[in-house]
């Protein structure tokens, strides 16, 4: 399913944006000079279009710095008025909400705590109505698509035309390098089911430290996302949240000239005609694997009857073991990714159990 909603592209709010949108400022704003002192240097990057200050902060447990509340929203104006910048912070709630409308904020951005719950979404989403703010939404903790989709939906109910989606990554289930498991899978769901909805992503809350803040920003755009969020203090080692994935201005800097930006499209015939070709190979392959698959299905529901009409087990264990274990090896001698092969053969014989069962069960 396609969900085109009425949603303007990033250019139409900010109208002399010439690059991927780049938003830049520190994880918290600790104080008057810090938010100054880092606005200024971020300012002075003209790839940099908004500023960002976390004014109240969620935090998984009590007793943690929780940012320096409403104090920071007149922070946020003095740099707008200083560097001319557009300014954002997060919103936990209504009343933040509020708030930071009252303040005169250009950007407002709802957190992944709070996208998690449709009841919190609705109450900011009421408190929106009639606004011209832009209004970002990061993924919920969870890779829930439909739930991202339902957060986005009710702000766009609410009247919202300028709306953007954060991808930060979500809470791990297992062991990675990374603070937040990226699962670009469900951002690319996202793009298939909302094709005109602009999407960046947030290096800083997927890396956790900022050794891993390139490599995840040249993925996004490798993605074909339209920008970044990007954590920047004037000294992290200082920083009273997230210090690990901070980076100075002059490091910010250095990531932003690694970067190769990616575009949809290219300007060049023969750049057309080759991708096609390799297109209509790919096409061509695809149509084979599942032509070869449709004769696999045949041959389990065989399976399946011969096992029924003798009394035998759909799942036999030691065949799931010997199976995985060859399609693992060939595949490596293929060049395959190992991952990749065991996902993919758990998924079929997985299917071809299911199958089998059904057919046990059915009545002769």
Known sequence: MTLKLDINPIKAWLPHIDNPLLIAGPCSLESEKQALDTAGLLAKDKRVFVYRGGVWKPRTRPG???????????????????????????????????????????????????????????????????????VMIKNPVNPDVQLWMGAIERVHQAGIRNIVAIHRGFTPFRETKYRNYPNWKTVIELRRTMPNLPIICDPSHIAGKREYLF????????????????????DPSCAMSDAAQQVTPADLGKILDKLVIRYESADNPDFENRLDMLRNRIDAIDSELLEMLSSRVEIVKEIGAYKRDNNVTALQINRWTQLMENRVNLGKKLDLDETFVKILFQLIHEDSVRMQTEIMDEEK
């Open 64 to 134: 943690s710095f929780e940012g320096v509340g409403s104090i920071g929203l007149s922070w946020l104006q003095k740099v707008k008025e200083e560097t001319g910048l557009p300014v954002g912070t997060e919103v936990a709630n209504a009343q933040h909400t509020e708030e930071a409308l009252k303040a005169g904020l250009d950007v407002i951005w709802i957190g992944a705590r709070s996208t998690a719950s449709p009841f919190v979404v609705q109450e900011i989403a009421d408190v929106l109505k009639g606004s011209s703010a832009v």
């Open 215 to 234: 490599e995840i920003s040249q993925k996004a755009f490798d993605m074909g996302m339209e920008g970044l969020m990007l954590e920047s203090h004037i």
